[in-house]
DNA sequence: GAAATAGTGTCTGTGAGACAATATTAC
DNA sequence: GTAATATTGTCTCACAGACACTATTTC
């Protein structure tokens, strides 16, 4: 049986507020999101007093560990029937965390963006990845992903893999250096064969906004 | 006393779901948005059943009596104590309207986008003319305001208002067509003194995105 | 005629795409 | 040495900003 709700003025309520989390990362060149239990997207109830922001804070917090990921608000579903649970809105949030992020969670897997998932989750993953996509070259969005010392290399695998086209790794290096959001450490990395590369940091961990570049995504 | 809900599993529940809709347009160069009783955006509850996208539809026309306006959802605002009703998150959303859109309620005001509102509805406004001013090179956001055949200097008071921004008449006019977003009617209409301006119309009514303009816009 | 608005043409600077050439490492 | 990766440099094209100039209207 469904639940349902009412308020104290008599009229029918959503029965609850929830908030679902696509936990994106780029793994084997592609982008894949976290799934718990039967495909579907990692997420929990709004507590009464509770800001959807938190929720979304402390669900992340307890599948993945990751205390300081770039999150933010990405849209709010809330069509009737989408929950089998009743009337319940769904308010999805948007996490990038590094590709070596695990999770105790047993039934927890990564999966490609394309998955078919429960609910209408799939629909909420797609969301994501536009928005991610639409904001890759305009803010410093990856950093959620590449949080410490990267050569640029690995950042070009990121981008690739989030825009969805190869860029050239001259040009790719020139422009991202040019947004003025990643900054070099000075350090070198060999990974294997080749000349090793110089490491990189993003200039700011905070989200930041207006790199301002004009790069091709596909469309 | 505020109001308070609980569902069928005896946990609490929000006590209603809103919609607050930004009802943007330009009138007299600058963006404004239209207020109700008390300097509040117009909106409503979601009723059970119900798509808070029809809900804005609703109160959209209710309130201007538009049928088809460009409407999108923003965002979702559910800050604890954010409403003094109690726990009533709202499901914002920003429809874009033309200016000589007016309204039966005789509360109901224009007033300008940094005027400042009820509740947290500034906040929203805020957040509407972001939108707005990031979409405006991409697509053709500007039919809502624009929905007919006009000017190009038209066009060019209602990007330069929500650009914050004045843009050369001729480059203007060169780069807005470049975007294939508007075509020519083949009419022309004359304002008063000097050569009358051939009029334009967007070729689609429905969004579209992908323009593809990196015009500056004030940041 | 003057004033006002519309529209065309042109020059220039910047940045993105492509790619050649060089540098530094492992083997 | 070869293979592999990193990095620098260069050429070109597209496009935005600026602005001079022409066109068409009202007065």
Redo the contacts between chains.
Sequence with gaps: ?A???????G???????RVDVVVLTVREQAPQVLTVGGRALPGG??G?????ADTARRKLREKTGVDRAYLE?L??F???GRDPRG?V?T?AHLALVPPDTETDDPAAAWVGVDASLAYDHHEIVATAVERVRGKLWWSNVAVGILPGAFPLSDARTVYEAIARITYDPATFARDLKATGLVAPTGERRSEGRGRPAALYRFASERPV??AGR?KRVA?
Tied chains: 1, 2.
Excluded: I
């Excluded at 639940?3 to 003025?9: G, I, K, L």
């Excluded at 009229?11 to 507020?17: D, F, I, R, T, V």
């Design positions: 049986m639940w349902t709700a009412a308020n104290s003025e009229y029918p309520a959503p029965a609850a507020l109830f709004v009464a007093g509770e800001d959807p608000q849209a709010t809330a069509r009737p009337w809105p308010v906004w207006g004009r469309t």
